[in-house]
């Protein structure tokens, strides 16, 4: 979807004045990376990268953005015109979308001029930070569910209809099954799902009505039982089956609140000596992967999950500690010494290495090195065009995320962290790079000092 502009920070604006009245044109490099995991993820997935594509080659300066950036006095008028004519040229390189990594790991990186690569700062930490957030809670809500299906619920939770929407797009890709958000299913071709809500049964003269009357409409649909009380709304499901016979044909009913493992024991029951077999169970109602795990563990006789606030807003870890940084500009390493924020210097890959089709570790190299495993990043845009990967079809990528999952250590891909953390290697030439910038570095302070 088209973005405006100037989603921006005004410090990127200034920078880019600065750039464009110095000079400064050359080519660069920033790398996207989480400096560390949180604390209750074993690996990250990478997702929303074809959203952030979309909003780079609609990146424009209209009469109106740029009337505002005149409004506040710091730009005159020959920035704002070669503003006029922005358009991103560059290249980017990236991991697909689906696919795991670890802290320090390039997630993608941007080669282009320093100004356009400069000005899609805030973008890319959104667009690749928002839904890399949500696709990685999926994947562990999915991991718990172990195989049933999981729906989403969570739009009316979500923080925004962008998160809502696209949070959708990031649960699909991380295993979820359906959304109950139309939009979302337009937008992304993602299955939909829903039925009813509580205020249906409450408005009508009884439960019982509620049910005979949402089934002659909806034959196949999902009866909520839960709104009085919940084994005896179970028992008017199976009244109602047999007040219409042949003509039975409800899918599912839905628990939404209390003691769900024994509730779906209780209906489980009532249904099956009913003759009901086929009819499913869904659960929903404040889940998250832990409460999940407890109902799968123990067996309970629930088909299928609706998660909705826990995995809407990633409520154990709603934000990552994710940079965007310069690593090279002029055909230079450029790189950070901060404490605790030191970055590697230069362009990179990733060296996927496996034993037996099971990953068990990284080598994060030079760009252009040929080292063991499997490269990660490739190329998603090239002169400002999408290319390879860039689009993506939405069940490809679930495929792939699903089997590059599974491709982890056991221990990496359990909701329990793992004993020892998954192993990232730096190559011998990315070392040596690093040790010769932070040299320069060094010396060059030393030298302004003494002058």
């Known amino acids: 979807m088209p973005r405006n502009a100037l989603f921006a920070d ?11 009245e110095l000079g400064m044109a050359s080519p660069s490099a920033f790398s996207l990376f989480v400096r560390k995991l949180p604390s209750r993820r074993n690996f990250l997935i990478a997702c929303g990268l074809a959203d952030l594509l979309t909003g780079i080659e609609s990146l424009r300066f209209d009469d109106d953005q740029l009337g505002y ?7 005159p008028d020959s920035f704002l015109e070669w503003l006029r004519g922005f358009r991103f040229t560059g290249d980017i390189y990236a991991l697909p979308e689906g696919t795991p990594f670890f802290a320090n790991e390039p997630i993608l990186e941007v080669v282009a001029p320093i100004a356009q690569a400069q000005l899609i700062e805030a973008l890319v930490l959104n667009q690749i930070g928002l839904q890399t957030v949500l696709a990685s809670k999926a994947a562990r809500i999915v991991t718990a569910a172990r195989g049933r299906p ?10 925004g209809i962008d998160a809502a929407t696209m949070g959708a797009r990031a649960f699909y890709i991380g295993g979820v099954t359906a959304t109950s958000n139309l939009a979302a299913g337009k937008a992304y071709g993602i299955p939909v799902s829903g039925t009813m809500a ?19 409409i909806f034959p196949e649909t999902t009866l909520l039982v839960d709104t009085y009380d919940t084994l005896a709304g179970v028992a008017k499901v199976v009244a109602l089956s047999h007040s219409l016979g042949p003509k039975f044909k409800v899918r599912a009913i839905r628990l939404d609140s209390g003691d769900l493992d024994q509730l779906a024991r209780g209906a489980r029951q009532i249904l099956d000596e009913a003759g009901l077999t086929n009819v499913q169970i869904i659960a929903s109602g404040g889940l998250d992967e832990d409460q999940i795990d407890r109902l799968t563990t123990r067996n309970a006789p629930i088909d299928i999950f609706g998660v909705g606030t826990n995995m809407a807003v990633s ?3 709603p934000a990552l500690d994710i940079a965007y940084k310069l690593v090279e500009y002029a055909g230079v390493g450029r790189m950070k010494l901060s404490a605790g924020k030191a970055t590697l210097p230069g362009r990179k890959q990733i060296f996927r290495n496996f034993h037996r089709q099971a990953a068990v570790y990284d ?13 990660l990043l490739s190329p998603v845009m090239l002169s400002g065009r ?12 679930r495929s792939y995320a699903k089997e590059a999952i599974e491709a982890l250590p056991l221990e990496h891909r359990s909701l329990a962290p793992p004993v020892t953390p998954y192993e990232i290697r730096i190559s011998l030439k990315l070392a040596e790079y690093q ?8 010396r060059t302070s030393i030298d302004r000092e003494l002058k």
């Open 10 to 20: 005004l410090y990127q604006l200034t920078m880019l004045r600065a750039y464009f």
């Open 69 to 75: 950036l005149r409004s506040l006095g710091d730009f």
């Open 150 to 159: 999981i729906v989403d619920f969570g739009a009316r939770r979500a923080q």
């Open 198 to 216: 509580h205020s249906f049964i409450e408005a009508c003269a009884s439960e019982a009505e509620a049910f005979d009357s949402f089934v002659r």
């Open 315 to 317: 409520s154990d870890a």
């Open 363 to 375: 080598v994060v190299g030079r760009h252009g090195e040929n080292l063991s495993g499997l490269p």
């Open 386 to 397: 999408r290319v390879g990967d860039g689009g993506g079809d939405l069940d490809l990528m």
């Open 435 to 442: 040790r010769s910038v932070v040299g320069r570095l060094l």
